[in-house]
């Protein structure tokens, strides 16, 4: 993308100040977007995003800058606006650049931009007409459609030079459902580190099915009654709850700076041993995966929670210093306008013993999650609440009436202790996780699992 | 290539291909980031970047692309980009591109002042503030965010029927959060502030602030889970109506999204509840002379005492519903196609204080905080399902913060709900304005 030599000069260019490492962050990405609303192609718009990010550490300072100007002027320009913010020290030195190879894991068979919009479009109208024909009450269904084609270059002051190209291709679907009086919606969002092949691979029947069936299931349910309840989550998108109440809480981010309940706390039990907590940026294809972080760093299998004892933190290059540990390629942004930081990809519970069949039996009273929409955190204090789009009641060990309006909240230290049963399916869901730096493709995954207690916020009181 | 010539040689070209109209809308943005941890720079950033977006109608459809690299290849990139997604369309979207308003107001969104505040000034505020913050009380134990922001940004939109309009704005931002532990106890308080008056903001009260925020945090109870009268502080009142202003937008209506469908010159809310778009409030930062297609903005008037008045359109959904545009083509940045969206929205202020509110109620409690808004709630249906943070009050008095909890309710019932409007009008950094409301009631559940 640009020339060695020039980069070269740009890292030397951050480091005339006394900076002891610079980086360099070139990213040049073409994105698609496709709206469908009530039958009808509405919105296409296609671009491309282009900048330099700059990074400089002076032990424990980090200056971060970015520029769309490619110019080799502009860019010793920038670097050396940024140095500026550092005062004197280091003895920064530059290593020759050298090409490392990548192999890629996450294979790419159809790049979306040799596939042309006729082609998309006459999924988009399949999933449309699947999810509207699903029932009458099915009022409107919203589809979009995303493709992304990112290509990164990174170099440091160490010599690392790294060239990756990371393809995204997502379906977004979402039914709304109306009796006349209420409208309920349903969503589901399948997405892979993919080319055009998943999305003309999808499984549009389950999918957009889905979609429709959650806005129709939730048209008819109750209002769902607040208190402490056994809670059920069911496998894939569920594990949203753990990448809350504990993935973000181990990413260094917060863990450096001891602002995480699980700082400082390696080798010791913070779960039960049933509980194995796993983020894996190699996983083939999935959402999540990458070759390199944004590092240039390979992404590999952090195993976080092994039986129940914390092993490890997801760390970045900077955090790694103040924490005094090895980088685990867990760097990322989501684009050239962001400083990297530790970020979970692939994050999910390892598959237990138990059938979702005994679970479900073994549960007098409670609430049975089976689809959860998003959640939030507070790193410093793990405090975590998410929404549940989909819930269902616990009577007996069977099934009962779906609730709407569940809301579960709760402490991640805490709800990670009340993890009673694992079930033996695994599976992954995709969904975008918002940070520090930025907002990323992230799997959130987990088999079935049962909580003892957590507190559900609903409309219906007691 | 400079952006000038880049622009006219875009425009140009476009009409040249087979575009019967364009328009180009460009942005250029500079911003310094300075987050402070203990007593140092943790993290310094600097940015200057800009992009360009073209929008055209090619065979009666409105085709749309952008690119951030400003070189001759991208002109074709962005034409046949352009093209193509004109094509895959299924129909005219019914817009056009605007010839400009008549007037516009001129009024300025950019500080000279804090344009030539030296970096130096600023990373003492900040580093002072975090110092003030901690020396504050001794349960504060860390600041987990310390971090000052200034921003600048140049917009213009330009296209062949000759319209040619240009703003530059300005403005930072103060961002810190706070950890406080007492025994096992660790709770956070945060602090918010976007401004255009460097001069206006003081070390000393920022820490009192955020301390006190947090501070008032600890020493948390659990209450009963039931229905209670609550009052919505005027920051978690802002980001409730931001969460929900989607509904208020006739895109929605349109697309069967928004139950506000046909409710127009109904009674949506409560006698008390005046719902505002001031594109040049003094305190708020988000207003602009133009909207996302260069129509001259004004203030309005959406809910008038409680009856809906209009609903937010741009020219394509004022066509459609054979109205006048309200001025609310919303273009998020070069890289967006236009919606509708308010620019400074706010609720209209009343005459009681918070104290007044709170010592009005025997019991109840006082949402000071939301979070979860963008998974808990639904603006398709009204519901939402949110955590909160805040206090219980009891006999007039605020008698302790509450555990964890969530409420919950329906957005359409809440604005029906509303018994009185606070004096405390302000603004959040979104652009979303609100006083303390006194509600009815809401579920609450407790920890």
Not at chain 1, 396 to 418: E, F, S, W
Request: glycine share 10%; charged share 25%; with cysteine.
């Amino acid at each position: 993308m640009i020339k060695h030599s020039i980069i070269e000069n740009v890292l030397e260019a951050a480091l005339s100040t006394g900076g002891d490492f610079s980086e360099v962050f070139i990213e040049d990405k073409y994105v698609n977007t496709m709206e469908l609303q009530s039958g009808k192609i509405e919105k296409s718009i296609s671009g491309r995003d282009f900048g330099i990010g700059i990074r400089i550490f002076s032990g424990l300072q980090c200056i971060y800058t970015y520029t769309t100007d490619f110019s080799e002027a502009g860019l010793i320009n920038a670097a050396k606006r940024a140095a500026l913010a550092i005062k004197g020290g280091g003895n920064g030195t530059i290593h020759p650049i050298q090409k490392e190879i990548i192999q890629p894991i996450h294979t790419i068979a159809q790049m979306p931009r040799t596939v042309e919009h006729a082609r998309k479009v006459a999924v988009m109208r399949k999933a449309n007409d699947i999810a509207k024909n699903y029932d009458e009450r099915i009022k409107q269904v919203g589809l979009r459609y995303i493709d992304e084609e990112q290509n990164v270059l990174i170099a440091n002051s160490e010599g690392k030079f790294v060239e990756d190209t990371r393809v995204y291709s997502r379906l977004s679907i979402q039914a709304t459902a109306s009796d006349g009086i209420e409208m309920q919606t349903g969503f589901y969002g399948p997405g892979a580190h993919a080319g055009f092949e998943f999305i003309e691979n999808l499984d549009l029947n389950h999918y957009a099915g889905e979609a429709a069936r959650i806005a129709v299931t939730m048209l008819e349910a109750d209002e769902c009654p607040s208190g402490k309840f056994p809670v059920i989550i069911d496998n894939e998108f569920g594990g949203v709850i753990f990448h809350e109440a504990c993935g973000h809480g181990l990413e260094a981010t917060a863990v450096a700076k001891n602002n995480s309940v699980f700082a400082n706390r390696i080798g010791e039990r913070v779960a039960p041993d049933i509980v194995t907590y796993i983020d894996d940026g190699t996983l083939p294809n999935e959402w999540g995966s990458l070759n390199v972080d944004d590092e240039g760093e390979k992404t590999r299998k952090n195993i976080l929670i092994e039986d129940g004892i914390l092993k490890g933190y997801l760390i970045d290059k900077f955090n790694a210093r103040r924490m005094n540990a090895e980088a685990t390629g867990s760097s990322r942004r989501q684009s050239y306008r962001f400083n990297p930081t530790s970020r979970m990809t692939n994050t999910y519970i390892a598959p237990g013993k138990s059938t979702p069949e005994e679970i479900i039996a073994s549960t007098e009273h409670g609430i049975y999650a089976k689809y959860m929409g998003g959640g939030q955190v507070n790193p410093a204090t793990g405090d975590y609440n998410f929404a549940v789009a989909e819930a269902y009641l616990v009577k007996d060990g069977k099934i009962d009436r779906p609730v709407r309006g569940a809301t579960l909240i709760g402490n991640g230290a805490n709800t990670l202790q009340l993890v009673d049963m694992v079930g033996n399916n695994l599976a992954h869901g995709a969904g975008m996780c918002g940070s520090i730096s930025g907002s990323l493709p992230v799997n959130v995954g987990q088999p079935m699992l049962r909580i003892s207690e957590i507190t559900v916020g609903g409309t219906k009181g007691e | 290539m400079t952006i000038n010539e880049f622009q006219e040689k875009l425009l140009a070209e476009a009409m040249d291909a087979g575009f019967t109209e364009s328009e180009v809308y460009y942005q250029r943005s500079e911003s310094l980031q300075l987050m402070i941890f203990e007593g140092e720079i943790d993290s310094y950033e600097t940015s200057e970047n800009g992009g360009i977006g073209l929008r055209g109608l090619y065979n009666g459809k409105m085709g749309y692309a952008y690119t951030e690299k400003i070189e001759q290849a991208s002109i074709r990139f962005l034409i046949d980009s352009a093209k193509a997604n004109a094509d895959v369309l299924d129909e005219d979207d019914g817009t056009d591109i605007f010839e400009g308003s008549e007037k516009y107001a001129g009024h300025d969104f950019y500080s000279e002042e804090l344009a030539n505040v030296p970096i130096p000034e600023k990373i003492e505020l900040i580093k002072l503030i975090e110092k003030k913050t901690l020396a504050y009380d001794p349960r504060i134990i860390t600041l987990d965010y310390c971090v000052l922001q200034d921003y600048s940004e140049d917009r213009v939109i330009a296209n062949n029927k000759g319209l040619s309009l240009k703003e530059k704005m300005n403005g930072l931002v103060i961002y810190i959060s706070v950890v406080v532990k007492e025994g096992e106890e660790m709770k956070t308080g945060t602090y918010v502030k976007m401004t255009r008056d460097f001069g206006a903001l003081d070390a000393d009260t920022i820490a009192k602030e955020v301390a006190e925020e947090a501070l008032s945090n600890l020493g948390e109870q659990s209450i009963p889970t039931k229905k209670y009268p609550v009052i919505m502080r005027y920051d978690a009142s802002a980001s409730l109506l931001a969460t929900f202003t989607p509904i208020f937008s006739a895109e929605n209506t349109q697309k069967d999204q928004s139950l506000l469908k046909g409710k127009v010159g109904e009674k949506i809310a409560a006698n008390v509840f005046t719902l505002l778009d001031d594109p040049f409030h003094p305190d708020a930062m988000a207003g602009s002379n133009f909207d996302g297609e260069g129509v001259a903005s004004e203030k309005r008037i959406i809910i008038s005492n409680g009856t809906l008045e209009t609903l937010l359109h741009n020219r394509k959904t004022a066509k459609k519903d054979g109205v006048e545009t309200t001025g609310h083509a919303h273009k998020s940045s070069y890289k967006s196609t236009l919606t509708v969206a308010p620019m400074n929205m706010y609720i209209a202020a009343g005459t009681k204080s918070k104290e007044d509110l709170i010592a009005s109620l025997e019991e109840g409690v006082l949402i000071t905080g939301l979070s979860g808004l963008h998974s808990g709630a639904s603006t398709i249906s009204g519901d939402f399902s949110v955590a909160a943070t805040g206090f219980h009050i009891k006999n007039g008095k605020i008698v302790s913060a509450v555990k964890q909890m969530t409420i919950a309710g329906n957005f359409f019932d809440y604005m029906k709900d509303i018994k009185e409007t606070g004096s405390d009008l302000e603004f959040m950094p979104g652009g979303y304005g609100s006083p303390s409301l006194l509600v009815k009631e809401l579920s609450v559940t407790v920890d």
